[in-house]
């Protein structure tokens, strides 16, 4: 996050219907976190090497407060 704390997110990809021909198709994450102090009484921690960041993936906070200007799901363009 931006001010430097770390979660635990669990998310579920969600897609827009399709639009006109070739139009893109927008992909959203619908997700719950928890500080990662906490992570480990959680069953979706199991098996995760939460001390490895470059296992991680990255997703924003949130398009207003995010620093990925580059982003292509960005909704605040």
């Given at each position: ?21 070739g ?31 470059e296992?991680?993936?990255k ?19």
């Amino acid at each position: 996050m931006p001010n430097g704390r770390k979660y635990l997110w669990i998310a579920h990809m969600v897609q827009s219907a399709r639009g006109r021909f070739g139009a893109p198709v927008k992909t959203f994450a619908v997700a719950l976190g928890c500080d990662l102090t906490h992570a480990g009484r959680l069953i979706y921690a199991r098996g995760m090497d939460l001390a490895n960041p470059e296992a991680a993936a990255k997703i924003g906070p949130s398009c207003k407060v995010c620093e990925r200007r580059a982003c292509p799901q960005r909704a605040n363009r």
